[in-house]
């Protein structure tokens, strides 16, 4: 039984105590006129209660809700950041591992080890642009060719025999929209030959090809992804490599 009597009005009202409690809170209720009026309105609403009858959902309920379904968009799932990070670092070892192994070159000892954590550029693997470029700018034989043109674009052109490469480097160019890259070119024999593409204008860019017996260098605008011919009337100039 409560230790509080009072709180047994609720249960008395709803013949919810057993005989013990009955007795005792009837006795109380005697000397208590707070839990006779609480009792009595107490057994009132029960008795109203009673005559309330369920009514099922309006038909057009169901109606309303299907209409509903295609125009509700379902929240994603909630996912714990921590846990998340923690799938991610289980998977990794096992996927780095498997793209090494699939990738080592067999070569007796001195095989080589694709890293997936390096750039998946293979230029960039064997030696990054950078250091190539530097190279060709810090050898002894390094000429340095410069020509501007009438729209003021500065074109910068380190050539050096020894290594037989060139770099391009530029100032003045405009950025291009997504769909337009500067396409590199070399002069053979009459012929201006892609050389790849100038990513960073102010930076120096090798040159791709022989330079060694390239009359000059040449800078175009061409569609993204790059031309097996150069587009002539999007030429930006081009720059003399002395060895005409």
């Given at each position: 039984?409560?230790?509080?009597?009072?709180?047994?009005?609720g249960?008395?009202?709803v013949?919810?105590?057993?005989?013990?409690?009955?007795?005792?809170?009837?006795?109380?209720?005697?000397?208590?006129?707070?839990?006779?009026?609480?009792?009595?309105?107490?057994?009132?609403?029960?008795?109203?209660?009673?005559?309330?009858?369920?009514?099922?959902?309006?038909?057009?309920?169901?109606?309303?809700?299907?209409?509903?379904?295609?125009?509700?968009?379902?929240?994603?799932?909630?996912?714990?950041l921590?846990?998340?990070?923690?799938?991610?670092?289980?998977?990794?070892?096992?996927?780095l591992?498997?793209?090494?192994?699939?990738?080592?070159?067999v070569?007796?000892?001195?095989?080589?080890?694709?890293?997936?954590?390096?750039?998946?550029?293979?230029?960039?693997?064997?030696?990054?642009?950078?250091?190539?470029?530097?190279?060709?700018?810090?050898?002894?034989?390094?000429?340095?060719?410069?020509?501007?043109?009438?729209?003021?674009?500065t074109?910068?052109v380190?050539?050096?025999?020894?290594?037989?490469?060139?770099?391009?480097?530029?100032?003045?160019?405009?950025?291009?929209?997504?769909?337009?890259?500067?396409?590199?070119?070399?002069?053979?024999?009459?012929?201006?030959?892609?050389?790849?593409?100038?990513?960073?204008?102010?930076?120096?860019?090798?040159?791709?090809?022989?330079?060694?017996?390239?009359?000059?260098?040449?800078?175009t605008?061409?569609?993204?992804?790059?031309?097996?011919?150069?587009?002539m009337?999007?030429?930006i100039?081009?720059v003399?490599?002395g060895?005409?």
């Amino acid at each position: 039984m409560s230790g509080d009597i009072h709180a047994l009005s609720g249960a008395y009202a709803v013949d919810a105590v057993d005989d013990v409690e009955r007795v005792a809170f009837e006795r109380h209720l005697a000397q208590c006129d707070t839990c006779t009026a609480e009792v009595e309105s107490l057994r009132a609403a029960a008795g109203q209660l009673a005559q309330i009858s369920l009514a099922g959902p309006p038909p057009s309920l169901r109606a309303s809700i299907l209409a509903e379904i295609d125009t509700v968009r379902p929240a994603p799932p909630v996912v714990s950041l921590s846990a998340h990070r923690r799938e991610r670092a289980r998977r990794r070892p096992a996927s780095l591992l498997a793209a090494a192994a699939a990738l080592v070159l067999v070569g007796g000892v001195g095989a080589t080890v694709w890293h997936p954590w390096e750039s998946s550029d293979s230029s960039q693997v064997a030696e990054a642009p950078s250091g190539a470029a530097q190279r060709v700018i810090d050898a002894a034989d390094a000429k340095t060719f410069t020509e501007t043109t009438d729209d003021g674009v500065t074109l910068t052109v380190t050539h050096s025999r020894s290594l037989d490469r060139s770099v391009l480097s530029a100032s003045g160019l405009a950025p291009l929209s997504d769909e337009q890259v500067y396409e590199l070119w070399l002069e053979q024999d009459g012929e201006l030959v892609a050389a790849g593409f100038l990513k960073d204008p102010t930076s120096a860019t090798v040159l791709q090809g022989d330079s060694t017996t390239a009359a000059l260098a040449g800078v175009t605008i061409e569609p993204a992804g790059g031309s097996t011919e150069p587009s002539m009337n999007n030429l930006i100039g081009t720059v003399p490599l002395g060895n005409a």
